[in-house]
């Protein structure tokens, strides 16, 4: 009789286990990212400057925290690049509730959507963020410009060699 409990705790086994197995999925929703203030600031940076680059978005939020206002995410230098990966996470949130779109396949440039500015309208932007970008203005544009531009430089260069090369497809990056 001992040997037939065996065979059905070995049967048992084999089977695998009824066990309910619960695992935690984040929801981002528009009214989550709309209380969010590091979210709305990267909706507010991304509307106010155009279309940019994610690097591009990067690079003013860490400008930010030199001009002495910190968004709350903290920057590794990778290579003179400043990177966050909250920073990132964030910009996935904000694409994925549909505030912000990439403009086209090619440049991948970020540029706020007629949702994103209706959020934006209706959030509160703090008022912190809005007078440092005013006060400096003329400067934040003009580095955005200016990394911009070499990405943008970059990423023509490399297409063309993609062509040259006789490749249809293959990633830029």
């Not at 996935?92 to 209706?118: H, M, N, P, Q």
């Amino acid at each position: 009789m001992a040997k037939k409990k065996r065979d059905d705790s070995k049967q048992q086994e084999g089977k695998g286990s009824k066990e309910l197995k619960i695992t935690t999925i984040h929801v981002v929703t528009p009214d989550k990212v709309l209380s969010n203030e590091r979210q709305v600031s990267l909706l507010y940076l991304i509307d106010r400057f155009g279309p940019l680059h994610e690097k591009t978005v990067m690079k003013l939020a860490y400008m930010l925290s030199e001009k002495g206002y910190n968004l709350g995410y903290n920057f590794r230098l990778v290579g003179d690049s400043p990177y966050s990966p909250d920073l990132r996470n964030d910009l996935v949130a904000l694409l994925y509730v549909g505030f912000i779109e990439t403009e086209s396949s090619l440049y991948r440039k970020l540029r706020s959507t007629g949702e994103g500015k209706d959020a934006l309208a209706k959030a509160r932007v703090p008022r912190g963020l809005i007078d440092v970008v005013n006060k400096n203005f003329e400067e934040f544009r003009n580095t955005a410009s200016m990394v911009d531009s070499e990405l943008d430089l970059q990423i023509r260069k490399r297409f063309r060699e993609l062509q040259r090369s006789g490749r249809r497809r293959a990633p830029l990056f």
